[in-house]
């Protein structure tokens, strides 16, 4: 009687997801929802952390021709001098349909993580007239009156108290 065929070894487990994001000349302002790594930064750029907590701080990362880690619900402003290029954020775990975004009083930044570089997500429970997002092309703010955002950016939004905004994608 011949021997049984030995079981299939099982698919390995994934490193992670990759999200694409496209970094303009300027200051870009990306929102990682998991913590994981950005690469591909070229040396032209200088990027920073922000933590968006009780000290509303600034700290440059020093970035190398590899990968660097990056917190959870973080948001991260590189600023480019040269052409536009493609980074990489990798991160395990699977991202949230719908989530709270808490926020303290005064100017916090929210965002959203998606695969597909075109989505976008409406937020609920927000003040009006609060919402900005930065352009790098011009070098301003742009008051977002309809509530929706773009995926993997950081948005600016001022609170006047502490409370909670709702992230759900379209």
């Given at each position: ?7 299939p070894?099982?698919a390995?487990e ?14 870009n302002?990306?929102?990682?929802w ?13 990027t920073?952390?922000?933590?968006n ?7 440059e ?9 990056v ?9 480019n ?8 954020y990798?991160y395990?775990?699977s ?13 916090n930044?929210?965002?959203y993580?998606s ?8 937020l609920?429970n927000?003040?009006?007239?609060t919402?900005?997002k930065?352009?790098p ?5 742009i ?6 955002i773009e ?14 905004i ?5």
């Amino acid at each position: 009687e011949p021997a049984p065929e030995p079981a299939p070894e099982p698919a390995p487990e994934p490193d992670g997801y990759t999200i694409t994001i496209n970094i303009l000349p300027g200051m870009n302002i990306i929102y990682t929802w998991s913590e994981g790594s950005i690469s591909n930064i070229n040396n032209n750029s200088t990027t920073y952390e922000y933590a968006n907590d009780d000290t509303y701080t600034y700290t440059e990362k020093t970035i190398t021709d590899g990968p660097t880690n990056v917190n959870e619900k973080s948001v991260y402003f590189i600023n480019n001098e040269s052409n536009s290029y493609d980074i990489s954020y990798v991160y395990t775990g699977s991202l949230p349909t719908n989530f709270d975004c808490s926020v303290n009083s005064g100017w916090n930044i929210i965002g959203y993580n998606s695969t597909d570089p075109n989505s976008t997500a409406s937020l609920s429970n927000t003040e009006p007239n609060t919402l900005h997002k930065y352009d790098p092309s011009t070098n301003k703010f742009i008051l977002i009156n309809n509530n929706i955002i773009e995926a993997n950016m950081g948005y600016w939004i001022k609170a006047t108290d502490s409370s909670s905004i709702t992230v759900i994608p379209n």
